[in-house]
């Protein structure tokens, strides 16, 4: 018997959608099909831009299933977008493989290192959680700054990622990756609209508001929260993929942990369980920069302002989840 079999059919009934809820439904898909047309109106620059929005919001998504869905605090979320780079950057590079072989690898891989690193600390709550998961980030840069295995490349990384090869034709032009990554971006989005409904889904967010009474209905808190990570960090890991292939290269210095409080203020910003909200946090620090170029070196003094106000101001965020989702 499954978890969430002994949970009420009441409690897990889904309230009718709202009218705003309905009008975003047909929003979202509209503005995804628009965001097509950046290749084609927009300069080189702004399409490089556009692609790796689409991999931080990917990055982000799966951060917000373990802090947004089941209320863990972890602050070393880079660690499992780093496995899956550097595992498609040394099988391409060094083993030879086609580029997209390797993604299944380095999802399964991401997932099982998320859920081996999870199992013995999933009991910690908050600060002491947070600490742990910051100690694995940590270790994670030093190791792969060592070249770990002499497979990682030290502190310089791995340089000359070919990008993907599909039905004999490659990737290899800015615009091509942007319609990758938007085609992956809203396969994820479509993940998490299902994730939501499940019963996974739902028994995320009873562990993440009340983990005894989850427990009482015979939910096991434990295995659920093991679930939670190893779905994010192999949903980063895929992004970590996307990322090896975009910028054909991967080094110790993307996901260091000043990369992960990022992707965990980036929830808090934009509301924690609202897709809308965390794409808004993503576009927030990685798009409105760049409209003001002269201030982009100071991006994480703004967006830590930012922070700030909206905790002040908006302790759910900007845009937070909708009430009664449960």
Known sequence: MTPTQNIPQAASAQPAPAAGTRLLRILGPLLWVAGLAIP??????????????AIYAIVALSQDIVLGRA???????????????????????????????????????????????????????????????????????????????????????LFGISGPTLFGHMFGTQSELFYLNWVVMAAVLWLMRNLDRSALGRTFRYIKYDELAATTLGVNARNTKVAAFALSAGIAGLAGTLFAMQLSA?????????????????????????????????????VVPQIFTEFASYRYLVFGIAMILVMILRPQGIWPARKGTL
């Open 40 to 53: 084609s109106v927009m300069s080189p620059a702004w399409i490089t831009i556009g692609g790796i929005f």
């Open 71 to 157: 209320g863990m605090y972890d602050m070393g979320h880079a660690v499992y977008f780093g496995i899956g780079a550097y595992v498609s950057a040394i099988l391409s590079l060094t083993f030879n493989w086609p580029i997209l072989w390797t993604i299944p690898v380095a999802i399964v891989l991401s997932a099982a290192l998320g859920a081996v690193l999870s199992a013995p600390i999933v009991k910690l709550r908050g600060d002491y959680l947070l600490v742990v998961t910051i100690g694995f980030n940590a270790i994670f840069v030093l190791a792969m700054k060592n070249n770990l295995f002499g497979l990682t490349g030290g502190a310089d990384g």
């Open 250 to 286: 991967v080094s110790p210095g993307s996901f260091q942990f000043t990369d992960s409080v990022v992707l965990f203020a980036i929830v808090l910003v934009g509301g924690q369980g609202s897709v809308p909200g965390v794409l808004l946090g993503t576009a927030m620090m990685f």
